[in-house]
């Protein structure tokens, strides 16, 4: 059984980061799958949808181009009414707008385990790089996404691992600590060399993949649980707060106006 390939499932976003997180653990002869998170707040294909100028450009979802281009298979999870405690319900909190970033990493590296567990995998693998974000990606923040997710040292971030104690899959020898990388910051300059080097295609580098970091949508949001004098919202909701200019001249009247037919 020590013998045996070791299995990692990769929280794949369709980032760059995490793209790269894989092909580390693929590098190492890991037997690799990624598994993504749909949670109806990604931005991912919405204005392909509603705006005319962007109809002649390819669709594609960034996570599973992100896997094809790594030769993976891909598990993409419906979430949606599980995350609504995440949203409305934070534990550690909102950011600048109505983004629980910590919360949010722990119930998905916590989905990723429960799966992890199912399917007879090792460990979990995530793109995350110290210091990039400010709520989730801290020396103090990490530990915590750890245990309230239950992977404790079974969850690897490969891209900053070095600045980071050592975590089962190091320890047990499935994976080679100095062929891991100790990035921090905000500078992605050496991810996108690497990616140039692989020959990949990736999403922008800085992220902006959720509708809750928004400032112009979570404003929308507000003013929804505001009329409606309570906290809830369904997945109607979340794809209309999407569409158009919202202006609520009264407090029982909202009007939506769009520049797209769509």
Same mark, same amino acid.
């Given at each position: 059984?020590e013998?045996r390939?070791r299995?990692?499932?990769?929280?794949?976003?369709?980032?760059l980061?995490?793209?790269?997180?894989?092909?580390?653990?693929?590098?190492?002869?890991?037997?690799v799958?990624?598994?993504?998170?749909?949670?109806?707040?990604?931005?991912?294909?919405?204005?392909?949808?509603?705006?005319?100028?962007?109809?002649?450009?390819?669709?594609?979802?960034?996570?599973?181009h992100?896997a094809e281009q790594?030769?993976?298979?891909?598990h993409?999870?419906?979430?949606?009414?599980?995350?609504?405690?995440?949203?409305?319900?934070? +534990?550690?909190?909102?950011?600048?707008? *109505?983004? &629980?970033? #910590?919360?949010?990493? $722990?119930f998905?590296v916590? @989905?990723? /385990?429960?799966?992890?567990?199912?399917?007879?995998?090792?460990?979990?693998?995530?793109?995350?790089?110290?210091g990039?974000?400010?709520?989730?990606?801290?020396r103090?923040?990490?530990?915590?996404?750890?245990?309230?997710?239950?992977?404790?040292?079974r969850?690897l +971030?490969?891209?900053?691992?070095?600045l *980071?104690? &050592?975590? #089962?899959p190091?320890? $047990?020898?499935?994976?080679? @600590?100095? /062929?891991?990388?100790?990035?921090?910051?905000?500078?992605?300059?050496?991810?996108?060399?690497?990616?140039?080097?692989?020959?990949?295609?990736?999403?922008?580098p800085?992220g902006?993949?959720?509708?809750?970091?928004?400032?112009?949508?979570?404003?929308?949001?507000?003013?929804?649980w505001?009329s409606?004098?309570?906290?809830?919202?369904?997945?109607?909701?979340?794809?209309?707060?999407?569409?158009? /200019?919202?202006?609520?001249?009264?407090p029982?009247?909202?009007?939506?106006?769009?520049?797209d037919?769509?």
């Amino acid at each position: 059984m020590e013998d045996r390939k070791r299995k990692a499932v990769v929280l794949l976003s369709g980032g760059l980061d995490s793209m790269l997180a894989a092909r580390l653990m693929i590098d190492q002869g890991i037997h690799v799958e990624g598994i993504n998170f749909f949670t109806g707040f990604c931005v991912e294909g919405h204005t392909h949808a509603v705006r005319r100028d962007r109809r002649s450009r390819p669709v594609r979802n960034n996570a599973l181009h992100s896997a094809e281009q790594l030769g993976i298979r891909l598990h993409i999870v419906e979430v949606i009414e599980e995350y609504k405690d995440v949203v409305l319900n934070p +534990r550690h909190g909102y950011g600048a707008h *109505l983004n &629980p970033c #910590l919360d949010c990493k $722990a119930f998905m590296v916590g @989905r990723a /385990r429960q799966w992890m567990e199912e399917h007879g995998f090792d460990f979990i693998v995530t793109g995350e790089v110290l210091g990039q974000r400010p709520m989730s990606q801290r020396r103090d923040t990490f530990p915590v996404v750890a245990r309230e997710s239950g992977a404790a040292d079974r969850l690897l +971030r490969p891209l900053c691992a070095k600045l *980071l104690p &050592p975590t #089962l899959p190091e320890r $047990a020898g499935w994976v080679d @600590r100095e /062929r891991l990388l100790g990035l921090s910051g905000r500078n992605r300059k050496p991810q996108i060399a690497m990616a140039g080097a692989y020959g990949y295609e990736y999403a922008q580098p800085a992220g902006g993949c959720c509708f809750l970091t928004d400032p112009n949508y979570t404003k929308k949001l507000r003013d929804l649980w505001g009329s409606r004098g309570e906290r809830r919202y369904d997945f109607d909701d979340i794809m209309l707060l999407k569409i158009g /200019r919202h202006l609520r001249p009264r407090p029982s009247f909202k009007l939506i106006s769009g520049r797209d037919e769509g």
